[in-house]
Nanobody
Framework: QVQLEESGGGLVQTGGSLRLSCVLS????????LAWFRQAPGKEREFVAA????????YYADSVNGRFTISRDNAKNTVHLQMNSLKPEDTAIYYC?????????????????WGQGIQVTASS
């Protein structure tokens, strides 16, 4: 059974940066595409970024493209989300998700495993 554990969230001022991390355990990390989704109060869960299991391509939502960067460290079974130039509208609970041999889909239904989520708040 795959387990995902997020860390690195918190409160930051508008324009600041945070780095989220997610550790995958239980199965070979290199076989999984990893993604970040987020959900703000009263809104549906939305795609943020994804990286293929091969690590050769990343995908981003238009709203974060150019500000966020997803990366994976296969040696540490960890995926990171570097978030720069944070805006109040980035405030949400951020979830890490994994899909076996995935190609980096933006559909939450494609992902079999999810973390518990971590709060990110960008305050003006």
């Amino acid at each position: 059974q795959v387990q995902l554990e997020e860390s690195g969230g918190g409160l930051v001022q508008t324009g600041g940066s945070l780095r989220l991390s997610c550790v995958l355990s239980g199965r070979p990390f290199e076989n999984y595409a990893l993604a970040w989704f987020r959900q703000a109060p009263g809104k549906e869960r939305e795609f943020v970024a994804a990286i293929r299991y091969s690590g050769r391509r990343e995908y981003y939502a238009d709203s974060v493209n150019g500000r966020f960067t997803i990366s994976r460290d296969n040696a540490k079974n960890t995926v990171h989300l570097q978030m720069n130039s944070l805006k109040p509208e980035d405030t949400a609970i951020y979830y890490c998700a994994a899909e076996w041999l995935g190609i980096g889909s933006n559909l939450p239904t494609n992902y079999e495993f999810w973390g518990q989520g971590i709060q990110v708040t960008a305050s003006s």
